[in-house]
């Protein structure tokens, strides 16, 4: 039998770290537990973060939007400074799982799964999102895609904890777009993902862009040069065309059972290509 501790504040967290020094932590534990059930994990207790209501939650100070850890999926859906400022991150989660699944898993438990196939990643990477890690001896901030190192690992330290994500309301961009290409429409890991942020002229050119792709490489892949190749230019299918070419060659996929990798590259480059539908 191994213990499952649910402390009610970080204070009684950080104690529950010095007790407990080879516990996991879990939020919704849809992905942990699934480990732990699977004999692929084996930790002396699990800490339980739900009943932390520091970690819940979604706010704004200044210019920025803090997520808590803890918010679910289905809060986050719900909350009116996600559906309003960070429409591209609501559609990715409105795919996640499946209901069940978007009502226990949180954004904290996607993040630091640290898989390329985790559906917040191409959004938090497109709208170059920070995290805000704590501990007994304070908090820290670094941008997600330093948090990120690989498959399954992030820079959190022993007896640190993820609090929350910070995202600068993205007033600069007027077009919000994540498109995910999984085996099916619900329950589906991606095979592929692209989060995209743009800022359209009037006469339709880009003016700015930001583009992130899941599943895609070891973690979330970003292509400057395919986002500097569409500015000045209309999102139509030569322009398009010229910076997918740039992304097929940024991405590094792997075969899995979901997908070769070949066929993984092509679909990064025709994400982007459907770009010209989203305005149509
Ligand atoms: C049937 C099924 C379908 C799924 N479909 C999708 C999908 O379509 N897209 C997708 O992206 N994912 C999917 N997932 C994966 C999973 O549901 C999500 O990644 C979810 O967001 C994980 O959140 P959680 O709170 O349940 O994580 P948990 O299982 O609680 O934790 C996951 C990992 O993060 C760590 N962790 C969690 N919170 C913190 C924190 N605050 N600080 C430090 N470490 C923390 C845990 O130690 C663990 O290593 C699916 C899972 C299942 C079982």
């Given at each position: ?10 204070n009684?967290?950080w104690?529950?770290f010095e ?115 704590g501990s007994k001896e304070g ?20 007896a ?121």
């Amino acid at each position: 039998m191994r213990d499952v501790i649910l402390p009610g504040s970080l204070n009684e967290l950080w104690r529950c770290f010095e007790d407990k020094p080879q516990a996991a932590v879990y939020a919704g534990g849809t992905d942990l537990l699934v480990g732990v059930r699977h004999g692929l994990l084996n930790p002396e207790a699990l800490i339980c973060l739900d009943r932390i209501e520091e970690l819940k939650g979604v706010g704004e100070r200044g210019g920025s939007i803090r997520i808590g850890s803890c918010a679910t999926h289905v809060q986050l859906l719900d909350d009116p400074l996600i559906t309003s400022h960070l429409p591209v991150l609501w559609q990715a989660i409105r795919g996640i799982g499946s209901p069940l699944v978007r009502n226990m898993g949180t954004i904290g438990g996607n993040i630091c799964t640290a898989s390329p196939a985790g559906d917040t990643l191409p959004p938090l990477y497109a709208l170059r999102a920070e995290v805000e890690l704590g501990s007994k001896e304070g908090s820290r901030r670094m941008p997600i895609a330093e948090f990120i190192m690989r498959p399954g690992a992030t820079r959190l330290q022993r007896a640190e904890i993820l609090a929350g994500v910070w995202v600068k309301k993205p007033g600069e961009y007027n077009l919000h777009h994540f498109e995910k290409v999984g085996l099916r429409n619900a329950l589906a890991c991606s095979v592929v993902s692209m989060a995209a942020l743009l800022r359209l002229a009037p006469d339709g050119a880009v003016e700015k862009a930001s583009l992130a792709w899941g599943s895609a490489g070891p973690t979330i892949v970003t292509c400057p040069e395919a986002e500097e190749a569409l500015i000045g230019k209309p999102l139509s299918t030569e322009p398009l065309q010229e910076a997918a070419a740039l992304v097929r060659k940024a991405v590094s996929p792997i075969s899995d059972v979901r997908a070769d990798a070949d066929y993984r590259r092509i679909v990064a480059g025709n994400l982007l290509l459907r770009l010209a539908n989203v305005l149509k």
